[in-house]
Structure formats: C-alpha cells, structure tokens
C-alpha cells in the first residue's frame, strides 16, 4: 500500500534537483528520483515540475493508464490537506476521489438486494402458483 506521510507543499519545494526530485500529482507526493532517467517523456520535463504540484502537467500529457499507475510506485506520502482512493491510481479517481468511491459503493450494495428480492420472490410465486392450479383442479373436488 502507498505511504501516507502527510508533507506540505513548502516541504516538497526542498526536493527540487536531479539527485532528489519531489513533485506532487493529485494529491501523492511522488519521489521521482529514480525514475527520472527512466522517464518516456524525458528528464527536462519532470525536473521543470521539481518541488512543485505536477497534477496539471501531468494531466495535459493524456498519459497512460499504466503511466498512472505507476504514480502508487514512487509515492512516499500525501499532500498535507488531501484525501486519496486507494482503490486505483486512474485519472477520475484521484480528482475526486470521495465522489468515485461513493458512487462505487452505491453500485455494490443496490445491485445485490434486487437480486436478493428477485431469488426469493421469482421461485415462491412460482410455486404459490402451481400449487393453487393443483389445488384448484383436484379430481375429488370436480362435481358432475
Ligand atoms: C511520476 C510521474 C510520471 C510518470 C509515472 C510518467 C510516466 C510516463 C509514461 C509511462 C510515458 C509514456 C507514455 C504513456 O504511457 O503515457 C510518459 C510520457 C511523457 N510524459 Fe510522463 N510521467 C510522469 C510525469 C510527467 C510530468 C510531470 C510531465 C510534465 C510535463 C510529463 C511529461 C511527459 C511527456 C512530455 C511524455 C511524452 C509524451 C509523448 O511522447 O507523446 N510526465 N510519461
């Protein structure tokens, strides 16, 4: 699971070099360090965004789906004030993470019940059914 050091801005500001580079995307405090030469997109950029918040550099890009999971790779914490999903790493959810998950759990939890309601009632009705037809269609009951 992700560090969840809380830093502030001020304090990532101090990373700032290509020995030891900080920047912040989406609310993660990521150590970029050791990624900077690894980078697709190069060195210049990412040290253009050192010690600051890269979370609109970052998004102007379209990067991946994997670029974005890679941010959990070089998080060491959390922006001092931020609340993350650490659900997934993708782009929505690290906007509004709050929203997103919310909306998940009203998925999970309604989807079940309605099933529930379905399986119980479906095969009882059914069987009230059938039952009633048997009931009503006895032999000793028909009167000639
Ligand atoms: C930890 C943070 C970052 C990670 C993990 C990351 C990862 C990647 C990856 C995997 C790619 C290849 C293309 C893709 O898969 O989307 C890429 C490309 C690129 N990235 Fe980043 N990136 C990061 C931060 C940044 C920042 C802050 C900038 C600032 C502008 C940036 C600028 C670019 C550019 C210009 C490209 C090349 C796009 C292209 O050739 O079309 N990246 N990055």
């Known amino acids: 699971m992700a560090d969840h050091k809380v830093f502030t801005l001020a304090q990532v500001a101090q990373h700032k070099s290509n020995k030891d580079c900080w920047f ?10 050791k ?19 890269a979370t609109k550099a970052f998004e102007d ?16 914490g959390v922006l001092q004030g931020c609340v993350l999903n650490e659900k997934d790493a993708t782009d929505a959810s690290l906007k509004e993470p709050k929203k997103e998950m919310s909306a998940f759990v009203i998925k999970d939890e309604r989807s079940p019940k309605y099933t529930a309601f379905l399986e119980f009632f479906v095969p009882l009705l059914v069987a009230g059914s059938y039952f009633s037809y048997r009931y009503l269609t006895r032999a000793d009951q028909i009167i000639y």
């Open 24 to 33: 912040v995307i989406s609310g993660r405090v990521l150590n970029v360090t």
């Open 61 to 76: 890009i379209g990067h991946s789906k994997a670029a974005h999971n890679l941010l959990l790779k070089y998080q060491v």
């Open 35 to 53: 990624f900077l030469e690894e980078h697709p997109g190069g060195e210049e950029v990412l040290l253009e965004s050192a010690g600051k918040d």
